[in-house]
């Protein structure tokens, strides 16, 4: 069974950067044929899709994020991660990973690491 | 850029059926996909390829993309069903999500 998990802090400065780590078990993030990536959701609000990327192919950004956003893998634990930099408080956000299958559909999902900007 | 938009709430009384529309520019040329969401869980894809259900998915719960729309219906709508959902599609590179709509059951 596919497992998603997200990992990292719950609070972050103003200005400062985020780092997630997602741990996916169930599946290989080197050889399987989806597309790996973050989405969050501000409380209260609807959901933003951040990147995703594939790992023999692209890696695609929400243009309204793209200057401040790094995903990166390790395969040595079949883990990615998200990097956000210089956030304000408006990157306050349950962020998710999860994977994308044919289609860009989201099947499987991480429960959440909520993040919140303040100092 | 590319927007989808839903009305932010639906309220259906027991055992109706409820349909939620998901509005875009030519929307019916793209695939679109469903996500249910209950309070303090992450989402759950309901609908894919405009009218495909994931294994496990109710046959009450279906799909339909023609025009600028794309619909979710509900038929025979239970409590469980009260939820909030959004539609998604690709676009540009970019993967988009409509606002949402709150389900309500009443």
């Known amino acids: 069974q596919l497992q998603l998990q997200e990992s990292g802090p719950g609070l972050v400065k103003p200005s400062e950067t985020l780092s997630l780590t997602c741990s996916v078990s169930?599946?290989?993030?080197?050889?399987?044929?989806?597309?790996w990536g973050w989405i969050r959701q501000p409380p209260g609000k609807g959901l933003e899709w951040i990147g995703a990327?594939?790992?023999?192919?692209?890696?695609f950004y929400n243009p309204s994020l793209k200057s401040r956003v790094t995903i990166s893998v390790d395969t040595s634990k079949n883990q990615f991660s998200l990097r956000l930099t210089s956030v304000i408080a408006a990157d306050t956000a349950m962020y998710y990973c999860?994977?994308?299958?044919?289609?860009?559909?989201?099947?499987?999902w991480g429960q959440g690491n909520l993040v919140t900007v303040s100092s | 850029s590319y927007e989808l938009t839903q009305p932010p709430s639906v309220s259906v009384s027991p055992g109706q059926t409820a349909n939620i529309i998901c509005s875009g520019d030519?929307?019916?040329?793209?695939?679109v996909c469903w996500y249910q969401q209950k309070p303090g869980q992450s989402p759950v894809l309901v609908i894919y390829q405009d009218y495909k259900r994931p294994s496990g998915i109710p046959e009450r719960l279906s799909g339909s993309n023609s025009g600028n729309t794309a619909t979710l219906t509900i038929s025979g709508t239970q409590s469980v069903d009260e939820a909030d959902y959004f539609c998604q599609t690709w676009d540009s590179s970019t993967v988009i999500f409509g606002g949402g709509t709150k389900l309500t059951v009443l």
């Open positions: 030519n929307l019916g040329d793209k695939y």
């Open positions: 169930g599946d290989s993030i080197i050889t399987s044929n989806h597309y």
């Open positions: 990327f594939h790992y023999t192919e692209n890696t």
């Open positions: 999860a994977r994308a299958n044919q289609g860009w559909r989201h099947d499987y």
